[in-house]
């Protein structure tokens, strides 16, 4: 039998990251992880945001048995570049190499945002069993490689740009679970986007649409409750797959 000690030791290793770099395009990634088997992988969104914005999630995720890796795409966070470094294409591609890398028999893909439209493409390489997506953004395939910039802005900000997306096509091909966690008041998602990838997801083993009352795009979870609810359904959602 384990002693104390030791099972204490074992908890602290579990709960510590550890860092990881690796080049792309010349750009030096940096990310972590909390073990070499990660079955979660997370992705951030775009402007400001970075890794160390789901610090708190991927903390209480990995008490709940789901360890997590992650890292900063190019231009954000510890990563070097430019946002204008980037693309939609290049950070499918910088994803596609980290999961390789860093995160191979992993299952479960949470995207946030901008990253939402990257987990869905990624869902064509990778068998993911649960697919979560918050506050989901999804693009026209014309803005697909372009560099973020002023051709990139002017690409998506045509009206209803998104609704020819390739992501509703392959959303109708995905089966595994689908969980969208969505903002009340997101001044930057519309509704429609959320009942189309909803309603795309026609072969998915289960798919559910939660969206956080008064919430917004940048503050998704106004209240401590609505945050461990959202962290109660995830792992909901793995439990129940894990049963079927």
Not at 2 to 7: D, M, Q, R, T, V
Not at 38 to 54: D, Q
Not at 186 to 200: A, F, G, R
């Amino acid at each position: 039998m384990l002693s104390s000690k030791f099972i204490e030791i074992l908890k602290g290793n579990y709960m510590h990251l550890n860092t990881f770099e690796f080049d792309f395009c010349g750009f030096n990634t940096k990310g972590d992880k909390y073990t070499d088997n990660c079955n979660t992988v997370i992705l951030h969104g775009a402007g400001k945001s970075s890794r160390t914005r789901f610090k708190k999630m991927r903390d209480n995720l990995n008490k709940k048995g789901l360890p997590s890796m992650s890292f900063d795409f190019i231009g954000h966070g510890e990563t070097e570049g430019k946002m204008s470094d980037s693309s939609l294409e290049k950070r499918f591609e910088q994803a596609k190499i980290a999961i390789k890398q860093q995160a191979p028999k992993f299952s479960i893909l949470i995207g946030s945002s901008m990253s939402a439209y990257t987990a869905i493409k990624l869902t064509e390489i990778f068998p993911i069993e649960n697919l979560i997506l918050m506050v989901p953004a999804v693009y026209t395939p014309q803005a697909y490689n372009l560099d973020f910039g002023p051709d990139f802005s002017k690409a998506i900000r045509v009206q209803n740009s998104w609704l020819d997306s390739d992501a509703f096509s392959i959303l109708k091909n995905f089966k595994g679970n689908l969980l969208i966690i969505a903002a009340q008041n997101d001044n930057v998602i519309p509704y429609e986007v959320l009942e189309k990838i909803y309603n795309s997801a026609t072969d998915a083993n289960t798919k559910k649409l939660h969206i956080i009352p008064n919430a917004e795009h940048l503050n998704l979870f106004p209240e401590e409750c609505d945050f461990d609810l959202a962290i109660n359904q995830i792992r909901n959602m793995i439990d129940s797959s894990s049963l079927q």
